[in-house]
């Protein structure tokens, strides 16, 4: 027999005075994408403080406190919950000292996105939290008519918030802070508000029929956290993944088995059964929460995208009623297991991207795809959104555009098949900055320029003494890497051959140091207001990251029609 989690009654133990405060209906935005171990019992909701990035300054965005819609506690046979109609003290945040706004009534006459770059939507949300408690003390007092009036109220609450958010992503060009705490904002909606508000309403359907057998349990297991989605290496980590129990006002018991996943979507080449995972089986914790932290999933799955979901079977006790049941969490994002980063990392990575920005959509707006591409960047160049070491700009947008489909940001969309030509071109060199040692290093301090023209790369030259150079972005050549370099014959341009990085033993920093012409790195500076540039002693800067000594000259025959230097001046 498998070991069950018994989820009932009060808390038993009384509560020391450095334990914090029970709270079923706790969730962090920001954990909701980064932290892996999200425990609901020292969990407070909120943003971290946002610095200036590529749109500006705003103000710090915190999260919402929540108070209890059930309180867990344990007794001798394990889990326990039980309604709560009133809420427990508010918690103060432990890490940020800048605090929300007070609630009032009338809401200011603000743009969505002053809501978001503010502390609004933090308060819009916190008010409907606010809403939800208040129904479940109705529905627990059998109120029908006054239930049904505040579901109907509050489902178009929900729907409107929801509605804003999508339309934000979708005309507003958003900083990387920005755009990773919206989507913080539409988990938190969907996972517990919507899901928690969908929950109530069947505590109605059991208040209308008085027969609680003749309607859905109001019972939900959703996935309250989720991160590492996209390309990931076969018997890797994959999420973590946090679930919650999650139950309507009626329920007074839940007994749960362990949690298992399965996989939603396979090809028939991908086995679907669950000798494809690794640690699997995980019980409920004392908070109604359970984590996978270490699922692995052990065959590749190169090229498909696949999602998963979670199966536990409970025992639930309404009233004097109980049921047995089985219950699936909503699928998780896709992830592709590769079996090879340096040949599928560039095709997995832009599977994953048209995924997540297109869906089932051809074509979006320009201002929703720069929002999810900057977000898949940054996770390219393993940057944290919420501390980015160097995020896209606009400029940079522009340049993309410019370089494959001959229009800047007057484009107004972009479709699935101008997407792949735009990262069949761009793709490549970012897995070069992923995976090529050194390069992250090198982009992340400004020394490879990337998004840079050929003719900027030659105005800045020309003003630059003879030996000095700049690394950017071929704009002919899929996943290319010019030298653009200051000659004495003039500004001249070389295309990196595959010869002068060939391997580990042979990196880019080494191809530089060897080559005595290249005497001055500029470092790329960026503002709002355009481009900068810093001259270095090359070997100042790279000398720490030399390997050998001398080199090979590129054999590589000239072609005249080529616009690039093949091999370098004597």
Same mark, same amino acid.
């Given at each position: 027999?498998?070991?069950?989690?018994?989820? &009932?009654?009060?808390?038993?133990?009384?509560? &020391?005075?450095? &334990?914090?405060?029970?709270?079923?209906?706790?969730?962090?935005?920001?954990?909701?994408?980064?932290?892996? #171990?999200?425990?609901?019992?020292?969990?407070?909701?909120?943003?971290?403080?946002?610095?200036?990035?590529?749109?500006?300054?705003?103000?710090?965005?915190?999260?919402? !406190?929540?108070?209890?819609?059930?309180?867990?506690?344990?007794?001798?046979?394990?889990?326990?919950? #039980?309604?709560?109609?009133?809420?427990?003290?508010?918690?103060?945040?432990?890490?940020?000292?800048?605090?929300?706004?007070?609630?009032?009534?009338?809401?200011?006459?603000?743009?969505?996105?002053?809501?978001?770059?503010?502390?609004?939507?933090?308060?819009?949300?916190?008010?409907?939290?606010?809403?939800?408690?208040?129904?479940?003390?109705?529905?627990?007092?059998?109120?029908?008519?006054?239930?049904?009036?505040?579901?109907?109220?509050?489902?178009?609450?929900?729907?409107?918030?929801?509605?804003?958010?999508?339309?934000?992503?979708?005309?507003?060009?958003?900083?990387?802070?920005?755009?990773?705490?919206?989507?913080?904002?539409?988990? !938190?909606?969907?996972?517990?508000?919507?899901?928690?508000?969908?929950?109530?309403?069947?505590?109605?359907?059991?208040?209308?029929?008085?027969?609680?057998?003749?309607?859905?349990? $109001?019972?939900?297991?959703?996935?309250?956290?989720?991160?590492?989605?996209?390309?990931?290496?076969?018997?890797?980590?994959?999420?973590?993944?946090?679930?919650?129990?999650?139950?309507?006002?009626?329920?007074?018991?839940?007994?749960?088995?362990?949690?298992?996943?399965?996989?939603?979507?396979?090809?028939?080449?991908?086995?679907?059964?669950?000798?494809?995972? &690794?640690?699997?089986?995980?019980?409920?914790?004392?908070?109604?929460?359970?984590?996978?932290?270490?699922?692995?999933?052990?065959?590749?799955?190169? $090229?498909?995208?696949?999602?998963?979901?979670?199966?536990?079977?409970?025992?639930?006790?309404?009233?004097?009623?109980?049921?047995?049941?089985?219950?699936?969490?909503?699928?998780?994002?896709?992830?592709?297991?590769?079996?090879?980063?340096?040949?599928?990392?560039?095709?997995?990575?832009?599977? /994953?991207?048209?995924?997540?920005?297109?869906?089932?959509?051809?074509?979006?707006?320009?201002?929703?795809?720069?929002?999810?591409?900057?977000?898949?960047?940054?996770?390219?160049?393993?940057?944290?959104?919420?501390?980015?070491?160097?995020?896209?700009?606009?400029?940079?947008?522009?340049?993309?555009?410019?370089?494959?489909?001959?229009?800047?940001?007057?484009?107004?969309?972009?479709?699935?098949?101008?997407? #792949?030509?735009? /990262?069949? /071109?761009?793709?490549?060199?970012?897995?070069?900055?992923?995976?090529?040692?050194?390069?992250? /290093?090198?982009?992340?301090?400004?020394?490879?320029?990337?998004?840079?023209?050929?003719?900027?790369?030659?105005?800045?030259?020309?003003?630059? $003494?003879?030996?000095?150079?700049?690394?950017?972005?071929?704009?002919?050549?899929?996943?290319?890497?010019?030298?653009?370099?200051?000659?004495?014959?003039?500004?001249?341009?070389?295309?990196? #051959?595959?010869?002068?990085?060939?391997?580990?033993?042979?990196?880019?920093?080494?191809?530089?140091?060897?080559?005595?012409?290249?005497?001055?790195?500029?470092?790329?500076?960026?503002?709002?207001?355009?481009?900068?540039?810093?001259?270095?002693?090359?070997?100042?800067?790279?000398?720490?990251?030399?390997?050998?000594?001398?080199?090979?000259?590129?054999?590589?025959?000239?072609?005249?029609?080529?616009?690039?230097?093949?091999?370098?001046?004597?």
């Amino acid at each position: 027999m498998h070991s069950s989690t018994l989820l &009932e009654g009060t808390r038993k133990r009384p509560r &020391e005075s450095s &334990e914090p405060i029970e709270d079923d209906f706790s969730y962090s935005l920001s954990s909701l994408r980064t932290d892996n #171990q999200l425990d609901v019992f020292d969990n407070y909701p909120q943003f971290p403080f946002r610095e200036e990035e590529t749109f500006g300054t705003s103000g710090a965005i915190t999260g919402f !406190a929540s108070d209890p819609m059930m309180s867990f506690g344990t007794d001798g046979a394990g889990v326990s919950t #039980q309604s709560s109609v009133d809420p427990e003290a508010e918690r103060t945040s432990k890490r940020f000292c800048v605090a929300p706004p007070p609630l009032s009534p009338i809401m200011p006459q603000l743009t969505p996105l002053d809501k978001l770059t503010g502390n609004h939507y933090f308060v819009i949300l916190r008010q409907l939290e606010g809403k939800i408690r208040s129904m479940r003390t109705l529905i627990m007092q059998r109120n029908t008519l006054l239930v049904e009036q505040q579901c109907l109220q509050l489902r178009e609450e929900l729907m409107s918030l929801d509605s804003e958010l999508v339309t934000l992503k979708s005309n507003t060009f958003l900083g990387a802070i920005d755009f990773d705490n919206l989507l913080s904002l539409e988990d !938190a909606l969907h996972s517990t508000l919507m899901c928690q508000q969908n929950l109530y309403e069947l505590d109605l359907q059991q208040l209308r029929s008085n027969d609680p057998c003749n309607t859905e349990v $109001p019972l939900q297991l959703s996935i309250v956290a989720q991160g590492n989605a996209g390309p990931v290496f076969k018997e890797k980590p994959i999420g973590p993944f946090t679930l919650k129990i999650m139950t309507g006002a009626t329920v007074t018991q839940v007994r749960c088995d362990p949690v298992q996943p399965e996989i939603v979507e396979t090809s028939q080449r991908i086995k679907r059964n669950n000798s494809e995972f &690794e640690n699997q089986r995980t019980l409920f914790k004392e908070n109604g929460m359970v984590t996978f932290s270490d699922l692995k999933f052990s065959s590749g799955t190169f $090229p498909n995208l696949i999602r998963l979901k979670f199966r536990t079977t409970v025992n639930v006790t309404i009233g004097q009623n109980k049921f047995t049941k089985t219950i699936e969490s909503p699928h998780t994002r896709p992830f592709i297991s590769m079996t090879n980063t340096g040949s599928q990392w560039k095709d997995a990575a832009g599977t /994953w991207m048209k995924e997540d920005c297109f869906g089932d959509s051809y074509e979006v707006t320009l201002p929703w795809f720069w929002n999810y591409f900057q977000k898949h960047f940054l996770a390219a160049t393993k940057q944290d959104p919420q501390s980015v070491k160097r995020c896209l700009y606009l400029r940079d947008l522009s340049f993309m555009l410019q370089a494959k489909f001959g229009q800047g940001l007057e484009k107004q969309t972009i479709n699935q098949k101008e997407f #792949q030509q735009l /990262w069949d /071109w761009v793709g490549p060199s970012i897995k070069k900055i992923r995976y090529q040692k050194h390069m992250l /290093w090198m982009f992340e301090q400004g020394f490879l320029a990337c998004f840079v023209t050929r003719q900027e790369a030659t105005d800045q030259l020309a003003q630059e $003494p003879v030996g000095a150079f700049i690394i950017r972005f071929s704009e002919r050549l899929d996943g290319e890497f010019v030298v653009s370099y200051n000659h004495t014959s003039g500004v001249r341009h070389y295309l990196v #051959q595959p010869d002068d990085i060939s391997d580990k033993k042979r990196t880019l920093v080494d191809f530089l140091g060897q080559n005595k012409m290249f005497t001055y790195i500029l470092q790329l500076g960026i503002h709002p207001t355009g481009l900068s540039w810093q001259q270095y002693d090359k070997d100042k800067i790279l000398d720490k990251h030399y390997k050998r000594p001398s080199s090979k000259q590129s054999k590589t025959t000239p072609i005249s029609t080529n616009p690039y230097d093949m091999q370098l001046p004597v």
